[in-house]
């Protein structure tokens, strides 16, 4: 049904939750980057703040978690080796802060190969083979797709307000 009642911290104004409906439960709305009224959700608002945003003096935006992956925020832990190269959230803030954004991003990496071709020679039809190996050496062909990411399923995400 729609009605969570008290399940943990999904009672807690702010929280996001995981949702396996394609429908708003009542006391939750969509995490889509909506611009929301500060007055209509003043618990809201006293909790995110502006974090995600705002259009106006009036109004601020919720999170927008469609399509994304969530990160723990690192709050100084030192785990994110780009935590100072986070963007925007959406008011200007970058840094270590609740909200900021990164860009996907795959490991800077390489893949040396050497390759040996080994040749077999018959000798006459004896069944006796000689072998010789030309070496070669250079880095691999792309390969992949579109991005770097997990395996995964959909679901949507919802703020308690």
Known sequence: ??????IGSATLT??????TANTLPSGYLECDGASISRTDFAALFAVISDDFGSVDGSTFNLPDLRGEFIRGWDHGATNDPDVLDRTDRGDGVTDDRIGTKQASELKSHTHAHHLQSIRCLNNN???IFSIAADATSGTTQATGGNETRPRNVYMMYLIKY
């Open 14 to 19: 702010g929280s996001i939750v995981a949702y």
């Open 125 to 127: 039809g004896t069944g």
């Open 1 to 6: 049904g729609s009605d969570w009642g008290s």
